[in-house]
């Protein structure tokens, strides 16, 4: 008998690279590069004094990069966080409502379950764009806010939050340990239980997952109203860094957010990074920052790096597509 022997059409070493490349977060690859970078101009960023501190400024971002992961892996995406953030400074900063710190905690607690379901339902049930809903909600938001500060200006920070934004624990700073406890849970979400199924399933295809009986519309709603809470988060740890309130805080975080997650691996739809990758792409953005401003770099040059970054976290998302 004459052996038939299927033959494997070859397939060129570099595409094979490249393959293997665009497999792989760009996060990775962008933090092995700025770490050695940092080794040879600027070691004192690897310094124990220096690189937890890095970690901790990182806090904030972490945290609003896993909420934009949920719901961009099921085709949504959040633009709100910069308004909800200068609401929680507002109320915790202004004495404008006149309850003690706790209760203002609560209060804003409420407004990120409040933006989260409106963001929520006017996206699954009016079926609009989540991209103009979060970004009318910012914008309302932060108008909202600057009108108030016209009659009432914002000022200190509660002592509680400044303490905690100083506190470590065991060497960790508190809000490094905050993003780990959001964190691990949110990978255990979407690794072992039904809703992470659900999620996958929806990012892969919404009209499939709404044949097979999977409540899609849940799963979006749920992934707005987590990532609102989430903002939330980020307002208290943020306004502990700052120890005053501003009408600013937060601003950039939403598009800063959105990069890191697409160089962390996550795509509309996708998520292959898992929640490590989100995490490495905030690090890494946050340690640019710093490692940029080491050498000299003014605020001009940060915006400037800022939009490359989401120009070129655009680019990647395409290539990731093609």
């Known amino acids: 008998m004459q052996a038939v022997v299927a033959l494997r059409p070859s397939v060129p070493r570099w595409r094979e690279i490249a393959f293997f490349a665009m497999a792989v977060p760009p996060a990775y690859t962008g933090t092995l590069i700025l770490l050695l970078l940092a080794a ?7 310094s124990m004094m220096l690189l937890p501190l890095i970690v901790r400024q990182a806090a904030p971002l972490g945290l609003a990069v896993i ?6 892996r099921a085709r949504s995406i959040d633009l709100s966080s910069g308004g909800v953030i200068v609401a929680v400074s507002y109320i915790l900063t202004s ?3 006149p309850v003690s710190e706790g209760v203002a905690m609560l209060m804003c607690v409420l407004l990120g379950l409040l933006v989260g379901a409106v963001n929520g339902v006017l996206i699954v049930r009016a079926r609009a764009s989540s991209m103009i809903v979060t970004l009318a909600a910012a ?9 108030l500060s016209q009659f009432r200006a914002p000022g200190d920070a509660p002592e509680f939050l400044r303490e905690l934004a100083r506190m470590r624990l065991l060497g960790v700073p508190v809000p490094v340990l905050v993003w780990l406890a959001v964190l691990v849970p949110a990978a255990i979400l979407l690794k ?5 199924r659900y999620l996958d399933a929806v990012g892969s295809n919404p009209q499939a997952a709404a044949l097979s009986g999977i409540p899609y519309l849940r799963v979006i709603f749920f992934g707005h109203v987590v990532s609102a809470l989430i903002s939330v988060l980020c307002g208290f740890i943020l306004v502990g860094f700052v120890g005053v309130g501003s009408i600013t805080l937060g601003q950039d975080l939403a598009l800063n957010s959105l990069a890191a997650a697409i160089l962390g691996g996550v795509n509309f739809g996708n998520g292959k990074g ?17 490692f940029l401003t080491s050498l000299g770099l003014g605020e001009p040059g940060r915006l400037m790096l800022q939009g490359a970054i989401i120009a070129l976290a655009a680019l990647v998302y395409s290539l990731r597509n093609r």
């Open 40 to 46: 040879f101009m600027r070691p004192q960023l690897l």
């Open 192 to 196: 072992l239980t039904v809703f992470g």
């Open 139 to 147: 914008m309302i938001l932060s108008g909202i806010v600057v009108a």
């Open 67 to 72: 909420g934009q992961s949920l719901v961009m």
């Open 274 to 290: 898992g929640m490590a990758g989100p995490a490495v792409a905030a690090f890494m953005l946050t340690f640019l920052f710093n």
């Open 95 to 97: 004495g404008f409502f």
